[in-house]
């Protein structure tokens, strides 16, 4: 079943019904809607992927690849219509709403829980995988990814991009929440506390400058994107001061000491001991991939 609600109306009246209620013949596990001003349609996904209409109570298509369950299914915000699912059985579907067919599969090593495109370069997209990294591919070519972003203890759940295009935000069942530069390998900010449990959802504010996110313990937290950002106006004196810092840093940023304290961030014990644990499996693989090569 979909609800559809007027916001604008629910604002003034104090009214919570919905103006609309479509209910689908199969069970739904995701939902997402076109970007656009005039736009009326939406997908759902769960056995297939449908496109709908809100004045409609049928779907307008229906798309299929493959026999497994479809857990999400997101809109393209450039490209309107470009969407793209993911599935129980690892893959990564591409579709087209114009066409009658999906356009383009890649299988991953485990299984992807969501994915966003970015909202600046309509071709590229992330996912956020079982496998704790998040890859993000130029759909153009899909065997292997532009860039894979690490730094995860458990699996990733969930990826949003920022309005910019510039970053990304994701959640995690290791209960924190990382912000990755576009083009890093890294995060650059880590966000934890004591009660938060693991995180299913993570969503930018239009101006980009918040991020919220909700958690396993049925909380909504709201975040600064940018950790040390003053709250409130600024003026010109402290505006200068940020500015001269943030040269500085990127100045002598290949210092060692000043790469170490830029990278540090505070993690929880469990975050901590996993990722060390993590760190030597790969370390070991390393060495015994280098002299099986060393043996031939």
Not at 182 to 195: F, I, M, P, Q
Not at 253 to 260: D, F, I, L, N, T
Request: net charge positive; glycine share 6%.
């Amino acid at each position: 079943m979909v609800k559809l609600w007027n916001v604008d109306e629910a604002m003034v009246k104090g009214s919570i019904q919905p103006k609309h209620t479509i209910v689908s013949k199969t069970m739904l596990t995701g939902v997402d809607y076109q970007w656009g001003t005039s736009s009326d349609t939406f997908a759902t996904c769960g056995t297939s992927v449908g496109i709908w209409s809100v004045n409609r109570n049928e779907p307008l298509r229906t798309f299929d690849w493959g026999v497994d369950t479809i857990s999400s299914v997101t809109y393209n915000k450039v490209e309107t219509y470009m969407l793209a699912s993911t599935a129980n059985d690892r893959n990564i579907v591409l579709y087209d709403c114009r066409e009658n067919q999906p356009l383009r599969k890649v299988i991953l090593a485990q299984k992807t829980n969501q994915v966003a495109f970015n909202p600046m370069e309509a071709f590229n997209f992330t996912a956020a995988c079982d496998d704790n990294n998040l890859y993000t591919f130029d759909m153009r070519k899909l065997k292997t990814p532009l860039n894979v972003h690490m730094g995860h203890a458990m699996a990733v759940l969930s990826v949003n991009y920022s309005p910019t295009g510039r970053e990304f935000v994701s959640g995690s069942y290791d209960k924190t929440v990382r912000i990755f530069p576009v083009g890093k390998g890294r995060s650059k900010e880590v966000y934890h506390t004591k009660r938060m449990q693991r995180v299913f959802c993570t969503h930018y504010s239009a101006d980009s400058k918040f991020i919220l996110t909700g958690s396993d313990e049925t909380n909504i937290r709201l975040w600064k994107s940018l950790a040390w950002g003053q709250m409130g106006p600024v003026s010109a004196r402290e505006r200068a001061a940020f500015d001269y810092s943030k040269k500085l840093i990127d100045r002598y940023s290949e210092h060692p000491q000043v790469k170490r304290i830029k990278r540090h961030r505070n993690l929880p014990k469990m975050v901590k001991s996993i990722s060390k644990e993590h760190m030597n499996i790969r370390s070991a693989r390393k060495k015994k991939d280098d002299k099986n090569i060393g043996k031939f």
